[in-house]
């Protein structure tokens, strides 16, 4: 008969929750909308302003637009795209995101995001913060934004340093 490592085991489960739990923190769902790896970008303890970034998917039959977002760590939070004028690339507060049905928006550096303006605390490194997104039809999705010092790399992982 053969012993059992039982701490080899609880090792190996321990990892399997950590992991799966960490994953899973980075996804929210409301109705047919699906939110997944909200981040911002850890800034200088100076700046005013920083931004939100995700992707966000619509698993419904019809458009849901993501009209509004706040959060306590910003005094004004605004969604905003970028136009480009006379060879001139201007950021701009925008109305509402769409987001058609069977496809995703991607929030992120250079596109759509998430404006935070008037910082209550400096966005650092490996902070967690509250972010609420208000859909038309989905209503509000409350999401925690993790805050990295690097955008995340083609393989979607978070580096904190």
């Known amino acids: 008969m053969r012993c059992i490592d039982v701490s080899r085991i609880g090792c190996a ?3 399997l929750v950590v992991v799966t739990s960490s994953a899973m923190a980075h996804e929210y769902t409301a109705g047919s909308i699906h939110v997944t790896h909200p981040w911002s970008l850890a800034l200088p303890d100076v700046a005013r302003n920083g931004a939100a970034y ?5 698993r419904g039959e019809s458009v849901d637009r993501l ?19 006379d060879g001139v690339v201007r950021m ?3 109305e509402a995101i769409d987001v058609e049905p069977g496809t995703s928006s991607v929030l992120a550096p250079g596109g759509l995001h998430i404006m935070l303006m008037k910082l209550t605390e ?5 902070q967690h913060f509250p972010l609420t997104l208000a859909f038309e039809k989905a209503g509000t999705i409350e999401v925690e934004i993790v805050v990295i010092k690097h955008p995340p790399g083609d393989h979607g992982g978070y580096r904190t340093n």
Do not use: C, D, W, Y
Request: glycine residues 6%; hydrophobic residues 40%; aromatic residues 0%.
């Open 54 to 58: 995700m992707e966000i998917s619509n």
């Open 13 to 15: 489960l321990l990892a």
């Open 67 to 85: 009209t509004a977002a706040s959060s306590p760590i910003a005094k004004q939070v605004s969604l905003h795209g970028h136009t480009t004028s």
């Open 92 to 94: 701009r507060p925008i």
């Open 122 to 126: 400096p966005l650092t490194a490996g």
